[in-house]
């Protein structure tokens, strides 16, 4: 609900649409409940997560080209906003990972912006604004890389993993 009312707008059918003017950072945090309260508390409010949004070419206003040979570099368009939200594991909590979908108007194949050849598009300034390794099933934010990183001997991945549930 506090998503809709942070980056959507309705339209006149009751059609909610992207509002591209409120998107000026990454990263959108939760509402906080209030400390005073006149009525039971809503749980919701307790367990929202923070929200990441990766639109490199709406953001910053970025040229990024089709990454296959067959298109010769052809720009991409955006194409809208991924439908899978994806969860991100981060040392103390999770967060949402939502992105934009681009098209190559050439070959009218679709790419997610937090892929691997669009992301290396980037300068290294924007490119490290993206805090998280993908994979096809996982999300992990560079705060536990380099957690496991510090990994030795007497650090072992069962450990981290006993450390990182207690900061949950």
């Not at 490290?128 to 934010?141: H, K």
């Amino acid at each position: 609900m506090w998503v809709s009312k942070t980056l959507f707008k309705y339209s006149a059918k009751g059609i909610p649409q992207l509002d591209v003017g409120k998107i000026k950072q990454l990263c959108f945090y939760p509402p906080q409940p209030s400390l005073t309260l006149s009525h039971p508390p809503a749980v919701n409010k307790y367990f929202t997560h923070r929200l990441f949004l990766w639109m490199p070419r709406k953001l910053w206003h970025v040229k990024l080209v089709c990454p296959h040979d067959e298109c010769a570099q052809n720009e991409l368009t955006s194409s809208g906003i991924y439908r899978r939200v994806r969860q991100v594991l981060d040392v103390d909590s999770c967060y949402n990972l939502a992105s934009e979908v681009l098209e190559c108007n050439k070959c009218k194949r679709k790419i997610i912006s937090w892929s691997e050849p669009i992301v290396n598009q980037l300068d290294v300034g924007h490119r490290r604004q993206f805090p998280l390794i993908m994979t096809y099933n996982y999300a992990c934010d560079m705060r536990v890389v380099r957690l496991l990183r510090q990994r030795g001997l007497t650090n072992s991945a069962t450990q981290l993993q006993k450390k990182t549930s207690e900061q949950h």
